[in-house]
């Protein structure tokens, strides 16, 4: 068997898979799993070859397609005994190249797991299986007056399986947490075939905090195959206040100013004017097309405490510069402010062929700051750049609008991307705050964490997993890597990522 388990605990070198051999691999599988669950032709596989980071992509040797727990079990033993690598994957909707696959190696999908096990209205849980779209949880819970909190902007296609996996927030994340803080156990299964659980049904659980280790860990520690997730009542209502400014370094503290103020809003969002611009075009959410940038606050609660709380948030903006503040009258005029935010994304795709969208995270009152800087980027590389972002907790979403059918401008808005996140750093923040770093973000670990710390990671990794089989060369950059990437940015260059773009 082909394993890097020496390679590991001091992460020095790039583990190497070519000597996995396809037609074992198959031929194992194909005794472990029911006919119709496994692809191993190239037109089968296309489907599976990126997920929602487009720009790379790779054809996997072979999809597993298993339904049952005892078949994930099967699968990853006939892997761990043929030394093949495993890419677990949801929906595809990761924005961080998570889920691309391997070309030796096996794409695990968990598309069949979509059953929801229970709903419980007294313990406010739920128990699902990691096939389950975001948003069904909450359309179960519904008739018992509950919900799930976290709204990835994707949350009609992308699965809870693929939340645990990347810590996925949301726009309501600033009030009721990211995935991390909503999920209380979490049932997997590691590379050998062993099934595994972390944390349990109750608040707490004794020992190290493993669950906290398993969510956000990319698919590198295990497969998840259930998931227990907090349910919150829903509110008695809910109202949205835009507040537009001529200026977004103003926007930009009056997101400070907010939160100094002691006012946790359930949702603090901020889009500057070309996104506003695009957004409108798109789904008419009647925002005001002349400022320069808006903020969308929602509070939530009982009608008492929505009325004293956008009171609050009113004087604040007002005081903070807004040039025009409005509060949703009704529910439906809510959902559309709601709207134009989440349709974001799609909307940058009616303006441009491709578009990159960055996930830096960085103290609140760095936003003016970080915004006057892209504007100065996209002079530099020639590239515009809409900018969309959960203000509240600071996670930046810039949207790099490029061409890759003209020779240079995808190397040019990876070049873009990597300045942001490298300004992130320098700002105290993170390069990442709910996407994952997957292989887009690879080469900025390197700038955020120490050789110490990457190593230390290494040795987590080498605990579950020591021959290195899941989702191998994602998430923790070789530190062999991380010189070669000091190297190449002292003379100014760009080191390229893993795997090359294919389109």
């Not at 009056?254 to 969002?269: C, S």
Request: a negative charge.
């Amino acid at each position: 068997m082909n394993t890097i388990h020496e390679a590991l605990a001091p992460g020095e070198q790039e583990a190497d898979f070519s000597g996995v051999d396809k037609v074992r691999v198959v031929e194992a599988l194909a005794r472990v799993l029911p006919a119709g669950a496994l692809l191993y032709e190239a037109e089968d596989l296309r489907p599976y070859e990126c997920d929602g980071l487009s720009a790379y992509r790779q054809v996997p040797m072979i999809v597993a397609l298993p339904k049952t727990e005892a078949e994930v079990v099967a699968v990853l033993k006939v892997c761990h005994e043929l030394g093949a690598p495993v890419v677990a994957r949801g929906a595809g909707t990761g924005l961080s190249g998570g889920a691309l696959p391997h070309a030796n190696g096996v794409v695990l999908s968990l598309a069949r797991f979509t059953r929801i096990l229970s709903v419980d209205p007294y313990s406010r849980t739920a128990v699902v299986q990691p096939g389950v779209r975001n948003v069904s949880i909450s359309e179960a819970a519904a008739p018992y007056g509950l919900y799930y909190a976290p709204d990835p902007s994707s949350q009609i296609a992308c699965t809870i399986g693929g939340n645990v996996a990347e810590n996925s927030g949301g726009v309501h994340c600033l009030k009721y947490g990211l995935t991390v803080h909503n999920v209380l156990r979490v049932r997997g299964v590691t590379i050998d075939g062993e099934v595994v659980e972390f944390g349990n049904h109750g608040p707490d659980a004794p020992g190290y905090d493993l669950l906290a280790l398993a969510i956000g860990s990319e698919g590198m520690l295990a497969v998840v195959t259930e998931a227990t997730v907090k349910l919150t009542p829903t509110p008695q209502l809910a109202r949205c206040v835009l507040a537009a400014f001529d200026d977004v370094t103003r926007a930009g503290d009056a997101v400070a100013a907010v939160i100094a103020a002691g006012i946790i809003p359930a949702g603090l969002e901020m889009m500057d004017q070309p996104a506003t611009v695009a957004v409108e075009d798109f789904v008419h959410a009647g925002y005001p097309l002349d400022a320069k940038a808006i903020l969308l606050c929602e509070s939530d609660g009982t009608p008492e405490e929505v009325a004293e709380e956008v009171e609050r948030m009113r004087a604040v903006l007002e005081a903070s510069g807004a040039t025009e503040i409005r509060v949703s009258r009704d529910e439906a005029e809510r959902l559309r402010f709601w709207a134009g935010r989440k349709a974001a994304f799609p909307a940058a795709g009616r303006l441009s062929p491709d578009y990159y969208c960055m996930d830096g995270t960085i103290p609140r009152k760095h936003i003016g700051a970080m915004l006057e800087a892209i504007e100065v980027m996209e002079g530099k590389y020639g590239l515009r750049c809409i900018n969309v972002f959960h203000a509240g907790d600071g996670n930046l979403h810039p949207l790099i609008l490029f061409d890759a059918n003209q020779p240079g401008e995808l190397e040019r808005a990876e070049a873009f991307g990597a300045e942001i996140l490298e300004l992130s750093v320098e700002f105290g923040g993170t390069i990442t705050g709910e996407h994952g770093v997957g292989i887009e973000k690879i080469n900025q670990m390197c700038s955020q964490f120490t050789r110490a710390e990457l190593a230390a990671f290494f040795r987590v990794k080498a605990a579950f997993d020591p021959a290195g089989l899941l989702n191998p060369g994602k998430a923790i950059p070789t530190l062999n890597r991380c010189a070669e990437y000091g190297r190449v940015r002292a003379s100014g260059g760009q080191l390229p990522h893993p795997e090359l773009p294919r389109f």
